[in-house]
């Protein structure tokens, strides 16, 4: 499977950003996409992930202000990431598990990485 994220940037406290992953290469009707982030210094943190059947999983520390959405038409899955706070930012990773249909943020679980696309939040 290979993944390609965009979107992340700059911006300042309070704002927003819409983080992309492109997915091809699914060989699996299940499957899961996850989001994660590290930023330095620091292990790598599940965020958010939906599955080929649309369940959804969020860590607590971005509930109520981080959306993952998914259009299969273009085999793309979303990040909308609101009130963005200066430790929001790190490196994050579009991620993809194939043969599962449930969710889960433990890394390790996940066979295939994108590159990343920093996130940098200013106070």
């Known amino acids: 499977v290979q993944l390609v994220e965009s979107g992340g940037g700059l911006v300042q406290a309070g704002g927003s950003l819409r983080l992309s992953c492109v997915v091809s290469g699914f060989t699996d009707h299940d499957y899961v996409i996850g989001w994660f982030r590290q930023a330095p210094g620091k292990e790598r943190e599940g965020l958010s992930c939906?599955?080929?059947?649309?369940?959804?999983e969020y860590a607590d520390s971005v509930k109520g202000r981080f959306t993952i959405s998914r259009d299969a038409a273009k085999n793309t899955v979303y990040l909308q990431m609101n009130s963005l706070k200066p430790e929001d930012t790190a490196l994050y990773y579009c991620t993809a598990l194939e043969g599962y249909s449930g969710t889960t943020l433990t890394a390790y679980l996940y066979d295939d990485w994108g590159k990343g696309t920093q996130v940098t939040v200013s106070s």
């Open positions: 939906i599955s080929s059947t649309e369940k959804t």
